[in-house]
């Protein structure tokens, strides 16, 4: 069976802080693709990163950074020096190759970001 | 061009009444996909469409919940007998396809936020 586990409900930081969200998954499939969302206040999804089961290169945007590690079945995020505008809920989720594409989300960590 | 569209964007209703909620994917996707966000409880997968492939329904928490996709466009997610637990946010995504070869981003619409009384 596919799992999200968000463990992080809500996290607090102060501006400039760095802040890692945590993403632990759990899938039989061998191919399978990672992906972060945010959720701003306003509501809407916002695409943030996807990556596939064969690529575990940590890879860096910015001031957000994400580390794929298939022997924990973590896929971390990283924001670096966040700022006020940081401040959403953010999803981890996984969708497995054969499996139409649908997506299983985490229960998502609300980050806030104080000034 | 235009997003993936959704209406009404609220719905309050009372509880045992049915209630549509309408999706407009993006001109050419071809798959469509329903989640609900319910307070504390994350997205959660409710339905897919394909092109003319029998729909996953694998997601529906109850037969009181059904959808359907006209010409492979216009999708209509329709909640029978309503209760208080229905209440959420219903989102809608398209892509361009679900070919089990390769993936392909699922945009979101803003959702319909209903409410049952």
């Known amino acids: 069976a596919q799992k999200v586990t968000q463990a992080q409900t809500e996290i607090s930081v102060v501006e400039k802080e760095d802040v890692t969200l945590d993403c632990v998954y759990e899938?039989?499939?061998?191919?399978?693709?990672l992906f972060w969302y945010k959720q701003p206040p306003s509501g809407e999804l916002v695409f943030l990163i996807r990556r596939n089961s064969f690529d575990e290169q940590n890879e860096i945007s910015g001031r957000y950074s994400w580390n794929f590690q298939k022997s924990t079945s973590s896929f971390n995020f990283t924001i670096t020096a966040s700022q006020v505008v940081d401040s959403a809920v953010y999803f981890c989720?996984?969708?497995?190759?054969?499996?139409?594409?649908?997506?299983?989300f985490g229960t998502g960590t609300r980050l806030q970001v104080f000034p | 061009g235009a997003g993936v569209s959704q209406s009404p964007s609220n719905k309050v209703t009372e509880k045992g009444k049915d209630v549509e909620l309408r999706c407009d994917p993006i001109?050419?996707?071809?798959?469509l996909y329903w989640y609900r966000q319910s307070l504390g409880q994350g997205l959660e997968f409710l339905i897919y469409f394909q092109g003319n492939s029998a729909p996953d329904k694998s997601g529906l928490p109850s037969d009181r919940f059904s959808a359907e996709r006209t010409g492979g466009s216009v999708s209509t997610l329709t909640i029978q007998r309503t209760q208080q637990e229905d209440s959420a946010v219903y989102l809608c995504?398209?892509?361009?396809?679900?070919?089990?070869?390769?993936?392909?981003?699922?945009?979101f619409g803003p959702g319909t936020r209903l409410t049952v009384l």
């Open positions: 995504a398209s892509s361009l396809s679900s070919s089990g070869r390769h993936y392909n981003e699922q945009f």
């Open positions: 989720a996984l969708s497995e190759l054969y499996n139409t594409d649908k997506l299983i």
């Open positions: 001109s050419g996707h071809t798959a």
């Open positions: 899938t039989r499939d061998t191919t399978y693709y």
